[in-house]
């Protein structure tokens, strides 16, 4: 079958594509921008790629004709705490116009539980696009789920911050709602499952684990499965707003999909029925074996996309191609170079650097600014990176954004999310006469952003002298 791919490049479609690639399906991926599609050079050969943004006006000829199914699986909760449902309405409504030239018979959409009268925004906009979507030309499809636990999920990387760090809870009320959480396992398992199922065509089910939970007994889950005991109390005094502030700072969420969350927790999301079980004969992973699952992933360094490289996990929403050229005129400059001995030792201390690793000098200064980001609203630091010694374009890496990563040209280039009076960059590349060059670059804006920058020049002279110099070590 060829396939569309919405969202190719987002938390469910990288785990997507390769289950249908793998399927023999001919996969076109529609993205915003190609650059950062994370996949590696045997994935990208066998796939078709197109850029389109579903909240622009639809280009005529743009789209692939011929398609069998699509795959709708665009969100934008994250991106607003104001107008996302807007966001998602134009986006579902431009899809709708494209495929009156492409014609799938099936568009399959992964949506969320709404059985509650009385449903959060985020809810409300899903079954808004379920609506706009029945109004296409195509035979809808929906998966309705609930929270989604898997390696680099948002819900899993959250409740694993909260428990990591907060072995006593002094928690919110909305702890006690109930939900029914699904392993991602099983999220693909259905994804795929309904593909050119006629019987569902038309439909919408609800997909979910076995376990109905609240929040508390989802955090006391993950203590029991990662081996130690948590105490969680609830106050009934802990406002949305303090409680989006909470997970902010707890947590590696950005404030904006904090906000959206608390707003979604405070409703019961619990399935009605399990008809697309019986239907597909899929039986469910319990919570705590998806948990267990999950980390069995982070320890083998399997995981294969994770929420945080998303755009909207930062501050970065534009294009990268708009920053990829480093500007020369009005920056101010930070560059160190260095001739090494092993190319390769290097490539691979570069392609190593943040996360678990660190960045090779003066850690703790490291970790003192990305505090100090998220105090100020920033991202901070505890993105961290999806792979240990892997890194793709379009990457998030702490409290930067992977502009460029080609290890064959031996240059990697960085762009900051965190909150500063102008624009930051950070390249390092490897030169035919095997001379490692780190460059900072700076664009200030106005006085404030100079006055910032000379303010930690003399940071700079130790923590990139010492960087640089730590990078270049090949043992």
């Known amino acids: 079958m060829k396939i569309l791919l919405t969202g190719a490049n987002g938390y469910i479609g990288m785990r997507l594509l390769p289950q249908l690639l793998d399927a023999g399906h001919q996969v076109v991926c529609a993205v915003r921008d190609q650059n950062r599609l994370s996949v590696d050079a045997e994935i990208q050969e066998r796939i078709e790629i197109v850029e389109i943004d579903f909240l622009k006006e639809p280009e005529p000829g743009k789209m692939p004709k011929g398609l069998d199914a699509a795959y709708y699986l665009i969100h934008s909760m994250s991106s607003s705490t104001g107008d996302f449902d807007r ?58 789920a609930g929270i989604i636990v898997g390696s680099g999920s948002a819900s899993f990387e959250i409740i694993r911050d909260l428990c990591e760090k907060l072995p006593v809870m002094i928690t919110p009320k909305w702890v006690l709602t109930k939900t029914q959480p699904i392993a991602i396992r099983d999220v693909i398992r259905f ?8 019987e569902t065509l038309g439909h919408s089910y609800d997909i979910a684990g076995p376990d109905v939970l609240s929040y508390k007994e989802m955090l006391q889950g993950y203590a029991r499965v990662r081996g130690f005991k948590n105490w969680i109390f609830t106050v009934p005094v802990m406002t949305p ?34 008809k697309l079980q019986d239907l597909l004969g899929i039986e469910t992973h319990t919570y705590e074996q998806a948990i267990d699952m999950a980390f069995k992933k982070i320890e083998q360094n399997l995981v ?27 920056v101010l400059t930070d560059k160190k170079q260095l001739r090494i001995e092993d190319r390769e030792a290097v490539l691979d201390n570069i392609w190593r650097i943040g996360g678990e690793t660190g960045w090779y000098y003066m850690n703790w200064l490291w970790k003192i600014r990305g505090f100090m980001d998220k105090l100020g609203g920033g991202v ?12 793709f374009t379009g990457d998030s890496l702490d409290f930067w954004r992977v502009l460029l990563a080609d290890r064959e040209k031996a240059r990697l280039l960085l762009f900051a999310e965190m909150k500063l009076p102008g624009e930051a960059w950070l390249e390092f590349r490897i030169d035919s006469d095997n001379v490692l060059h780190q460059n900072a670059t700076f664009r200030p804006r106005g006085l404030k952003g100079r006055l910032y920058w000379y303010s930690i020049l003399p940071f700079h002279y130790f923590i990139f002298g010492g960087m640089i110099r730590n990078i270049a070590k090949s043992k």
């Open 87 to 144: 966001l998602e309405a134009q986006a579902a409504r431009n899809f709708n116009q494209y495929m009156e030239a492409a014609r799938p018979s099936q568009v399959i959409y992964l949506s969320g539980i709404v059985n509650n009268d009385e449903l959060s925004k985020h809810l409300s906009s899903r079954k808004q696009v379920e609506e706009i979507l029945y109004s296409g030309p195509f035979e809808l499809t929906v998966l309705r």
């Open 191 to 198: 994804l795929t499952g309904v593909l050119g199922r006629t």
């Open 241 to 274: 707003k303090l409680s989006s502030y909470w997970l902010y700072f707890v947590t590696s969420t950005s404030y904006k999909l904090a906000v959206n969350l608390v707003d979604s927790m405070k409703m019961e999301v619990v399935a009605r029925d399990r």
């Open 380 to 391: 901070g630091l505890r993105r961290g990176r999806t792979h240990p010694d892997k890194i």
């Open 304 to 330: 294969v996309s994770s929420w945080k490289d998303s755009m909207v996990s930062g501050r970065f929403n534009q294009q990268l191609e708009k920053y990829i050229q480093v500007p020369k005129y009005g």
